[in-house]
């Protein structure tokens, strides 16, 4: 929906369902997030914001509602957190150096998941993939946030390219 929709839906929430929560924790990838900690706590009346960083940056400059959130994050926020002291700088820039962040970095244990040609073998047998064929994987909830309908568009892409190709998606 329009930007103005997803406001007035915000704003409505929080409204209608004033002092009913304690805490609100917000996810946020963008600056611009930040409207709504100003919507959980005028409109919503709830006594403890925190404001969770989960992006360390992306490809555009910072938007007018970027800005706009940026300042409303600070002022109405009571706690910040990040996964990643990237993700804090990219968020909450100069403010990452009062130490008032609470970095709870990535738990996943990533020497798992470091590649290995055996493993790499024993799945494409299992699965019946010559060792030759290129391979797009995307692990993620079938929903449209994921964006299937694109990956799908990309893939017919691939194919084009290289024939010998596979997806698999893998989710819930």
Known sequence: ????????????????????????????????????????????????????????????????????????????????????????????????????IFVLNNSVDTKKFEFNQNTRSAMRKEWNVAEDTFVVLHAGRFAPQKNHKSLILIFKEILNQEPNSKLFLIGD
Do not use: W
């Open 1 to 100: 929906g329009s930007f103005a929709k997803r406001i007035l839906f915000l704003r409505n929430f929080f409204k209608g369902n004033k002092n009913k929560y304690q805490v609100a924790h917000i996810n946020a990838t963008s600056q611009g997030t930040g409207i709504i900690s100003y919507f959980a706590k005028k409109n919503g009346n709830i006594p403890k914001v925190i404001f969770h960083s989960h992006m360390g940056g992306n490809d555009h400059k910072p938007s007018v509602v970027d800005k706009i959130g940026a300042k409303l994050m600070f002022k109405h926020s009571d706690k910040f957190a990040s996964c990643s002291g990237e993700a804090s700088k990219f968020m909450y820039g100069k403010a990452f150096e009062t130490n008032k």
